[in-house]
């Protein structure tokens, strides 16, 4: 098959989004299929674009024989909604020129969402060939940022971003989902059942069989601290707010240390809330390559997951899976979907969102249980080895391309 992917998001940008679509496009590829991904140049999640890419309109790459096609497109590192919608809308025009610029045929396109305008440009490609559209839905935008607490429910760009959903409901050939939760969401909202394919993010266990990095306690003074640690994007999702409360309720005891790794629009606002507790059980580190976050996960104890409100019900945050992949156990704070996973993976333990007292009380109890770390590291190791593992989970997505492209000859 031939595949032209669509995304806001690829490497060497960080996040869950990245993530899958440059492991499917990448194991697509090992699968003997060509692929071509159109993308923006990398700016996520600071907003600057890196030099190399500065006043050009396109650029071709390769990277593990997945081809890449990155545009222009209008990025600032004030985040402000309206900032983020001009960087959403001019992916989608920057996307859909880059598109039509191709000049061969292909057999299907995949749109990944959110941003869910970038299914317009998917949209408009498969309508140039005459192919099947796969819409990729990671979140359900707007429904999302309502959640969030970004937009009121009743807001103009809410109220238009539905319409824009259900059109594109609508118009695609076929919807993939990540979780069973949102299935059943898209389900409630009119889709039809045989219009819908759970394929779940998963993890590369092999990317995440590399060494601990065995200096990292020496190096930042953390020696026979027990670390518990959050490496991911400092978001307006993440909640990490509560982590911090729950830092400042530990204060007193010495043993336990926090290590914050990333950046992110709530970045500002988490350091200025660690300076007015004057908190000095918090290290941050900034945004890492990836190849080097499985080593630093390995040299802590507890990794750290949380959601920022109780509405999020269908998330499963990658953080989840990653950690467990690198044998390491969690306390996730959050709900619905994911609680479920930990729940039956018995991969660590569970902390309403917004609870610093309870999530404070669990890290202590649980950094004094090595046996029930040790047990609970090997659960969540052994449920995403059998569960998520991502060449997997590539291959049962080759199978639903394969019958979209089967259909539509």
């Not at 996520?44 to 222009?72: C, F, N, T």
């Not at 003074?221 to 530990?250: R, S």
């Not at 390559?289 to 409100?309: K, S």
Request: glycine share 8%; charged share 25%.
């Amino acid at each position: 098959m031939k595949v032209v992917i669509l995304t806001h998001f690829y490497p060497p940008e960080m996040g869950a989004a990245a993530a899958r679509l440059h492991g499917l496009a990448r194991c697509l590829v090992q699968f003997g299929h060509e692929v071509t991904v159109l993308t923006g140049f990398p700016n996520y999640p600071s907003g600057i674009v890196a030099p190399e890419y500065r006043s050009k309109l396109r650029v071709h790459e390769q990277m593990d024989g997945v081809e890449i096609w990155r545009s222009w497109i209008y990025a600032s590192p004030r985040r402000s909604s309206i900032q983020r919608l001009a960087n959403y809308f001019s992916a989608v025009g920057s996307a859909t020129i880059s598109g039509l610029m191709l000049g061969r045929s292909y057999d299907i396109v995949i749109a990944s969402s959110p941003p869910l305008f970038i299914g317009l440009a998917g949209l408009a490609l498969a309508r140039r060939r005459r192919v099947p559209l796969l819409l990729d839905i990671r979140d359900i935008w707007p429904e999302l940022a309502v959640e969030a607490g970004e937009f009121n429910s009743d807001s103009a760009i809410v109220r238009w971003g539905e319409r824009l959903e259900r059109f594109l409901y609508r118009r695609s050939t076929s919807i993939s989902v990540v979780t069973e939760a949102k299935r059943r969401k898209l389900a409630k909202k009119g889709v039809p059942e045989d219009k819908l394919t759970l394929v779940p993010n998963g993890v590369d266990l092999e990317l995440l069989n590399s060494p601990t990095d065995t200096k990292l306690r020496e190096n930042l003074k953390l020696e026979g601290k027990f670390i518990v640690v959050y490496a991911g994007l400092i978001g307006i999702f993440q909640g990490l707010h509560t982590a911090v409360d729950a830092a400042n309720h530990l204060r007193g005891h010495r043993h336990i240390h926090f290590l914050f790794v990333g950046d992110g629009v709530k970045r500002a606002d988490i350091e200025r809330q660690i300076l007015s507790h004057q908190l000095e059980n918090i290290t941050w580190l900034p945004t890492q390559p990836r190849e080097a976050i499985p080593g630093i996960l390995r040299a802590c104890d507890l990794a750290l997951v949380p959601l920022v409100n109780d509405q999020l019900l269908d998330a499963v945050p990658s953080k989840l899976l990653e950690a467990w992949g690198c044998h390491l156990p969690v306390v996730l704070v959050a709900g619905g979907e994911a609680r479920r996973l930990v729940e039956e993976a018995g991969g660590g333990v569970i902390v309403p969102p917004g609870e610093a007292q309870q999530l404070a009380e669990a890290i202590l109890k649980i950094s004094k249980k090595r046996d029930s770390l040790d047990a609970m590291s090997k659960h969540g190791h052994h449920y995403v080895a059998t569960q998520f593992d991502r060449p997997m989970l590539a291959r049962q997505m080759e199978q639903v391309l394969k019958a979209i492209v089967g259909r539509a000859q």
